[in-house]
């Protein structure tokens, strides 16, 4: 089955930096790559997602790269800001399979002031 | 649009006592529902997949027996963890998904103490 692999584990960049998290998967039929930002005791939240037909995707801030030779994607943030903080998932899916998401193991992301 | 409502969000009950979890999609219908566990620190593990109509389909390691999955309708799972005991305190989140969409849309979870 699928896995999927997320580093690094914690992060913390300077408000206004820059922030990069890297995921892996290993199933070649993975064809739908969604980015989660979950706060404690709360859902996760749909920030961004990317399909296996597209290498990049940009919103605001946000971007995501997909690398489907490397089986690779990496979620982007720019400009980051306090609020921004919070543990972030990437996880990955076959839409015309299963469906269920595999999640990587997460980032928690601080942004200092 | 898209919501998904979990009952209860909270949940506190004495060990070898059964919990019922109600996952509902308010404004569509879900043909696929998905229900995971998350530990405190850890991510979202997939327990099982229900389709409604039909019977679940449970990841490696999780018990079926344990863990009952009823899709009745398009609209409503229920999970229900049988004979809880202190290593089921979990937070445990439904999703929901509708044919010829790629998003699934998150239930606000429900955090599980079992005393």
């Not at chain 1, 580093?7 to 980015?35: M, R």
């Not at chain 1, 979620?75 to 996880?91: G, N, R, W």
């Not at chain 2, 308010?26 to 991510?43: C, E, G, H, I, V």
Request: aromatic share 10%; charged share 20%.
């Amino acid at each position: 089955g699928e896995n999927v692999e997320q580093h690094p584990s914690t992060l913390s960049v300077q408000e206004g930096d820059s922030a990069v998290i890297k995921c892996t998967y290993s199933d070649s039929a993975s064809n739908y790559f969604p980015w989660y930002k979950q706060e404690l005791g709360k859902r996760p939240q749909l920030i961004i997602d990317i399909r296996s037909n597209v290498g990049e995707k940009k919103d605001q801030r946000i971007a995501v790269t997909l690398n489907k030779t490397a089986k690779h994607f990496s979620l982007h943030i720019t400009e980051t800001q306090p609020e921004d903080s919070a543990v972030y998932f990437c996880a990955a899916s076959n839409i015309q399979g299963a469906q269920k998401l595999v999640f990587g193991q997460g980032t928690r992301l601080t942004i200092n002031p | 649009g898209a919501v998904v409502s979990q009952h209860p969000s909270r949940v506190i009950c004495k060990s070898g006592t059964s919990v019922k979890i109600e996952c509902r999609s308010l404004d569509f219908q879900a043909t696929t529902m998905f229900w995971y566990r998350q530990f405190p620190k850890q991510s979202l593990m997939l327990m099982a997949t229900s389709n409604e109509g039909s019977k679940a389909t449970y990841e490696q390691g999780v018990e079926k027996d344990k863990f009952l999955i009823n899709h009745a309708s398009l609209t409503l799972s229920t999970l229900t963890v049988t004979s809880a005991h202190p290593e089921d305190s979990s937070f445990y989140i439904c999703s929901a998904h509708s044919g010829g969409f790629y998003e699934q849309y998150f239930g606000p979870g429900t955090r599980l103490t079992v005393t």
